[in-house]
T-cell receptor, first 114, second 114 residues
Framework: DGGITQSPKYLFRKEGQNVTLSCEQN?????MYWYRQDPGQGLRLIYY???????QKGDIAEGYSVSREKKESFPLTVTSAQKNPTAFYLC?????????????FGEGSRLTVL | AQSVTQLGSHVSVSEGALVLLRCNYS??????LFWYVQYPNQGLQLLLK??????LVKGINGFEAEFKKSETSFHLTKPSAHMSDAAEYFC????????????FGSGTQLTVLP
């Protein structure tokens, strides 16, 4: 079945450590996104990529980094510079070129900093 | 730029009662509008979307929404609530550009009382 796979589902990290969240899609979508979700704040865009080897900052990119070396993969690294990294992270993808903008989401990764 | 306002961060209804979740948007171009549902610790699932054509849109699980341009609204309704409808609901509007990125509201948590 086509879809988006995020791993790990739960992750614990000590302060000062970097951590990388995986996102893989087999929908053949060009665009991929990372969102952060905190209670009562909806979804906030971290980074997005519309094509391989290119990506743009979203609204809250500070303390995060991404890469897009393959169409199927868009990993997110939460660096030690992120002041409050505990959150639920969602990866999504969509088509481009005439798209309605509809996003397809993964199941999410919950990061807890101890 | 576009924005979304969801009135009421928490809504409670009795099982069998009408569900009404409110969404107002602003957009400088004709919008595409979406409702997503999120169950605990899961990703977002598309309920329904409005792009063009008929302003009353039917979605999954008995939900529907009506696009009212004059009121800049896209309220979500369901005639009879079921316990399984308890979840968080997000309204979103699609902007301009090749990727038509989505802007999300802050979400409404629906509780269904027995």
């Amino acid at each position: 079945d086509g879809g988006i796979t995020q791993s790990p589902k739960y992750l614990f990290r000590k302060e000062g450590q970097n951590v990388t969240l995986s996102c893989e899609q087999n929908l053949n979508h060009d665009a991929m996104y990372w969102y952060r979700q905190d209670p009562g704040q909806g979804l906030r865009l971290i980074y997005y990529s519309q094509i391989v080897n290119d990506f743009q900052k979203g609204d809250i990119a500070e303390g995060y980094s991404v890469s897009r070396e393959k169409k199927e993969s868009f990993p997110l690294t939460v660096t030690s510079a992120q002041k409050n990294p505990t959150a639920f992270y969602l990866c999504a993808s969509s088509t481009t070129g005439g798209s309605t903008g509809e996003l397809f989401f993964g199941e999410g990764s919950r990061l807890t900093v101890l | 730029a576009q924005s979304v306002t969801q009135l009421g961060s928490h809504v409670s209804v009795s099982e069998g009662a009408l569900v009404l979740l409110r969404c107002n948007y602003s957009s400088s171009v004709p919008p595409y509008l979406f409702w997503y549902v999120q169950y605990p610790n899961q990703g977002l699932q598309l309920l329904l979307k409005y792009t063009t054509g008929a302003t009353l849109v039917k979605g999954i699980n008995g939900f529907e929404a009506e696009f009212k341009k004059s009121e800049t609204s896209f309220h979500l309704t369901k005639p009879s609530a079921h316990m399984s409808d308890a979840a968080e609901y997000f309204c979103a509007v699609s902007g301009t550009g090749s990727a038509r990125q989505l802007t999300f509201g802050s979400g409404t948590q629906l509780t269904v009382l027995p």
